[in-house]
DNA sequence: CCCAAGTCCTGGTTGC
DNA sequence: TGCAACCAGGACTTGG
């Protein structure tokens, strides 16, 4: 699942290669997959002759910035892979969009879905709306844990919930979510508001902590995450709690529990997270 | 049939 | 009473 390491790690390659190419032709789009009735032949219209200047990231939202004050922007959703590949390969299964860019080799900046939970979005002026109900970036954002300690604040819903909500801290998913709240000691079920000065600030640690390990990994390839070369992460060999339920607790030794929160998979240590 | 999960949406509850 | 904030849960998607 692309969580903010993934996408990192994605904004590196891509930023090692993107900018100062320019988009020549759009070779595939999937209008399904634009929100809310976005004119496909926009992006066609629009596109081709643009330069990429940057490539930013908040949370789980990539933005390259183009010339002439336009913004794409990719999602990847659950199963997206955005990868920067030859251009004269076939489009393969699941291949939703792809934009070809001049260049001496000329690229293809290809966007894979199984499921149709990522999306593209074309804008002039300023990046998506969608970037301006976020909090700040959880990991390079500029929130501290007093900043934190105030968001928590009086909140009555659990604690993993609280992580996954975007509008607090932008780039936690459900994976890093479990592994936080392990490497913190934190029970998932315990309610947001009910922290202490300490616990808050061992979450805050923990938070940088954990995602900051995953960028150095290259992301978590659980299922299908690959990179902008189409390589794997390594975050999944370092997996604590995510998907080890019933297997012993690396720090206690007991059986990991499973618990359903926010609608989530959960798993954690009954014993050693309070 | 159920499960996986990121985001959006709806509807109910709470508190000022 | 009115309103915003908050919170829970469903919809969407497809392969295992």
């Keep these: 699942m692309p969580e903010l390491p993934e996408v990192e790690t994605v904004r590196r390659g891509l930023l090692e290669r993107l900018?100062?190419?320019?988009?020549?032709?759009?070779?595939?789009?999937?209008?399904?997959?634009?929100?809310?009735?976005?004119?496909?032949?926009?992006?066609?219209?629009?596109?081709?002759g643009r330069l990429v200047e940057d490539v930013r990231r908040h949370g789980k939202f990539l933005t390259l910035v183009l010339s002439d004050d336009?913004?794409?922007?990719?999602?990847?959703g659950m199963t997206g892979q955005v990868t920067l590949t030859s251009s004269d390969a076939a489009l393969p299964?699941?291949?939703?969009?792809?934009?070809?860019?001049?260049?001496?080799?000329?690229?293809?900046?290809?966007?894979r879905d199984m499921r149709k939970f990522g999306g593209v979005e074309l804008t002039?002026?300023?990046?998506t709306r969608r970037l301006e109900g976020l909090g700040p970036d959880a990991l390079e954002g500029e929130w501290t844990h007093d900043g934190l300690g105030r968001m928590l604040a009086g909140r009555t819903t659990p604690l993993k919930a609280f992580l996954l909500d975007q509008r607090r801290l932008a780039g936690i998913g459900n994976i890093y979510a479990d592994e936080i709240l392990w490497a913190a000691q934190l029970s998932p079920l315990r309610p947001a508001g009910g922290l202490s000065e300490e616990e808050v600030v061992r979450l805050a640690a923990e938070i940088r902590g954990r995602l900051a390990e995953g960028v150095r990994l290259r992301g978590c390839s659980i299922s299908d995450f690959v990179d902008a070369e189409g390589r794997p992460g390594g975050f999944q060999q370092a997996l604590q709690a995510y998907g080890r339920q019933g297997e012993p607790c690396a720090r206690c030794g007991r059986p990991l529990n499973r618990a359903v929160v926010a609608g989530r998979g959960t798993?954690?240590?009954?014993?050693?997270?309070?």
């Design 70 to 76: 336009a913004y794409l922007m990719l999602h990847l």
């Design 124 to 127: 002039f002026g300023r990046p």
């Design 267 to 274: 798993a954690y240590c009954a014993a050693c997270q309070s």
């Design 19 to 48: 900018p100062g190419r320019r988009f020549v032709e759009v070779e595939r789009v999937e209008p399904f997959m634009l929100p809310g009735g976005a004119e496909p032949g926009l992006l066609r219209e629009a596109l081709p």
């Design 93 to 111: 299964k699941h291949g939703r969009f792809a934009f070809l860019l001049e260049g001496e080799q000329p690229r293809r900046l290809l966007f």
